[in-house]
């Protein structure tokens, strides 16, 4: 049973559309999180919900939407998108909050033509 | 803005020697401490430390933490080339939020 699991694996898509990743989590915690990683595979915080509530914000551009129907689930919604979005993203979850090991799910490549 | 600083970046080694990887940090109101091991995929949890001077070890790896100096450090033993990998450090603060330092990338040649 996948702990944290993220669709779709791999996303290519051209500039300007519109796109979605779906993340979900089975194992009962309260917080999850979005990750973005770099080609230099540097991990940046982008959200974190806690019991569907949004608790950190990173100066990201408003063309990033999280949603978080439950606190199983942390959608994140992309508008407009640009070459400098292509990264991997990581969703993952904690019991409750940081200060606790968090499970990361395993990434989803976005390349942006 | 907190700060996580890895080093070093890379390092290449041979099977059965020790290493050790080192994690400075600034944060408002250190938390824990948290090292990861990064392979293909998703990073994987390796330890969680909160408290100075006392070690925690798991197999071949261990590590310690020094909060006055603000600093952890990660060894691994006898390393084996399954050991490669991308190892994070990462801090939690006061907010919701685990800041990750850049990585080692550690290569194990046979």
């Known amino acids: 049973d996948t702990a944290v699991s993220q669709t779709p694996k791999y996303l290519v898509t051209q500039m300007g559309n519109d796109k979605s990743i779906k993340c979900e989590q089975n194992l009962g915690h309260d917080t999850m999180y979005w990750y973005k990683q770099d080609s230099k595979k540097f991990l940046k915080i982008m959200f974190s919900y806690n019991n569907k509530e949004l608790i950190i914000n990173e100066t990201v551009p408003n063309r990033f939407s999280p949603k978080s129907p439950d606190k199983a689930h942390l959608n994140l919604h992309i508008n407009s998108l640009e070459l400098g979005d292509s990264a991997v993203y990581f969703c993952a979850s904690s019991l409750q909050g940081p200060n606790q090991p968090q499970h990361f799910g395993d990434g989803t490549r976005l390349s942006i033509l | ?110």
């Not at chain 2, 969680?48 to 070690?55: Q, Y």
């Not at chain 2, 261990?62 to 691994?76: G, P």
Request: aromatic share 10%; net charge positive.
């Open chain 2, 1 to 110: 803005e907190d700060k996580v600083v890895q080093s070093p970046l890379s390092l290449v080694v041979h099977e059965g020697d020790t290493v050790t990887l080192n994690c400075s940090y600034e944060v408002t109101n250190f938390r824990s401490l948290l090292w990861y091991k990064q392979e293909k995929k998703a990073p994987t949890f390796l330890f969680m430390l909160t408290s100075s001077g006392i070690e925690k070890k798991s197999g071949r790896l261990s590590s310690i933490l020094d909060k006055k100096e603000l600093f952890s450090i990660l060894n691994i033993t006898a390393t084996q080339t399954g050991d490669s990998a991308v190892y994070l450090c990462a801090v939690a603060g006061s907010n919701y939020k685990l800041t990750f330092g850049k990585g080692t990338l550690l290569t194990v040649n046979p």
